[in-house]
């Protein structure tokens, strides 16, 4: 058992359950696909979340429209104070568009929305629906460091199921990557602060409503990255924390697909690489890539080592075909597409509720084709 503190604070969990927490003034933002519709993860998620009693559950849902109706009544099932945003309607893409917020759609755009309608609640809790380890008391240590000093948490475990290591994208890309932009700029508080996150790219974290308030958000799969790098600029080094969550078990993505760990990459490491040219850093995108493998090819052997001392498979080939596979994403970051904070833009969490009920509404009574 660790105890050992980062550059940001660490609060380790050495013991069973989760300390008292203010769950009653939190809003918990849980997106979903279609993908989690009756999946047993996304229902041992819901059960959980009905035991801690949350003020507040936003779904923001990604759904063709013939899956709204049923999707929304499955929702409605569990004793929650539930609300169901379908991101996907036309009223909200005419809502969007007329504020000048159209684009591209991911998850980052869903929980964005999500966030408006959270801000009502003094805390807010952001987490995935895919964890088939899932406990409320997950909430419960996110939370614990707002109501005692600090203003963002994030969460941080292990991921080793099945007699191996996950966590592929945040072990052999962003680690490895933030590790050669540090040796390049060793000064840089803001790369030791995206170092010092045990898993940066997990998608569980909490903030005060003023926090979240004032954080751009990426559209797509730099949603976790981007999070952390508004709460540095929100509330510095000081005013974050990670939390322990302990185990942790949720579905996996191949390598390649239009959703596979490539793809994503490329959206994390553009992330990355917009939020450290902001604070500073100024990457040479000729030398980088290179600089990247060489450190990513010296974790796929500590990784070997590791499995190997704790009796897992390793397939140290495959692995080093996925960092060849990484470094191709290593790129200058392109246009910025961040949606902005809500509290800088005049479209009105009320309406984005409205939009979302009337196209539920007409989806389920099959007036309404959406994406």
């Not at 805390?123 to 000093?149: I, W």
């Not at 990457?283 to 600089?291: I, T």
Request: charged share 25%; net charge negative; proline share 5%.
């Amino acid at each position: 058992m660790e105890y050992v503190q980062e550059r940001v604070a660490t609060l380790h969990a050495f013991g069973e359950g989760a300390p008292d927490a203010p769950a009653d003034r939190a809003a918990v933002v849980v997106p979903m696909t279609e993908r989690e519709y009756a999946g047993l993860a996304a229902e041992r998620v819901l059960s959980e979340l009905e035991a801690l009693e949350p003020a507040r559950v936003v779904v923001p849902l990604r759904a063709p429209a013939e899956r709204v109706g049923a999707f929304r009544e499955w929702l409605d099932g569990f004793d929650l104070p539930l609300e169901t945003l379908w991101c996907d309607g036309p009223r909200m893409a005419d809502l969007l568009a007329d504020a000048g917020l159209d684009g591209e759609r991911g998850k980052g755009r869903d929980v964005w929305l999500a966030l408006g309608r959270a801000l009502e609640e003094e805390y807010v809790v952001v987490h995935d629906a895919d964890t088939k380890s899932y406990s409320g008391d997950y909430v419960r240590r996110l939370l614990f460091p707002l109501a005692n000093g600090f203003d963002f948490s994030k969460g941080y475990y292990a991921r080793v199921e099945n007699g191996q290591l996950y966590g592929r994208l945040f072990r052999l890309f962003y680690t490895p990557l933030v590790r050669a932009l540090r040796e390049a700029h060793p000064d840089s508080e803001f790369l030791e602060y995206m170092a010092a996150f045990r898993y940066a790219l997990a998608g569980e974290f909490a903030a005060t409503g003023d926090v979240v308030a004032a954080m751009p958000v990426q559209r797509t799969w730099g949603l976790e990255v981007g999070t952390l790098a508004a709460a540095y600029d929100a509330v510095g080094v000081d005013g974050a924390a990670q939390v322990d969550l302990g185990s942790y078990e949720h579905d996996h993505r191949a390598v390649s697909g239009p959703t596979g760990l490539s793809d994503m990459s490329r959206s994390v490491g553009a992330a990355l690489m917009r939020a450290a040219e902001e604070h500073g850093v100024d990457p040479d995108y000729d030398a980088l890539p290179e600089a990247y493998r060489t450190v990513a090819e010296s974790y796929v052997n500590r990784y070997a080592a590791d499995a190997a001392f704790n009796g897992l498979s390793y397939d140290r080939g495959g692995e080093r075909d996925q960092v060849r596979t990484y470094a191709e994403s290593i790129a200058a970051p392109g246009p910025d597409t961040r949606l902005p904070p809500w509290d800088e833009v005049a479209l009105s969490p009320d309406d984005v509720a409205a939009a979302a009920k009337a196209d539920a509404r007409d989806a389920a009574n099959g007036d309404v084709t959406g994406e």
